[in-house]
């Protein structure tokens, strides 16, 4: 009988995972934390998703989601 199983990951794994998180959430010129802005728009049943740097005020991008 087992009772605890745990699921260690590989520090490759890992430190891809930590990588990715930081690309994704920190400028790719200055570095600093990026502010996320999300919109509404349920007339069409969506989500508009801007990021920009607080730092060197640059837009990052524009997203949109459909909402389910």
């Not at 996320?36 to 998703?49: A, I």
Request: proline share 3%.
């Amino acid at each position: 009988m087992e009772i605890f199983k745990f699921n260690i990951l590989p520090m490759e794994d890992i430190e891809r995972r930590e990588a990715f998180k930081e690309a994704v959430n920190n400028c790719p010129l200055c570095g600093t934390g990026l502010k996320f802005e999300h919109e509404v728009d349920f007339l069409y049943n969506t989500v508009t998703e801007d990021c920009r740097c607080a730092e060197c005020a640059m837009k990052i991008r524009t997203e949109t989601y459909d909402l389910q």
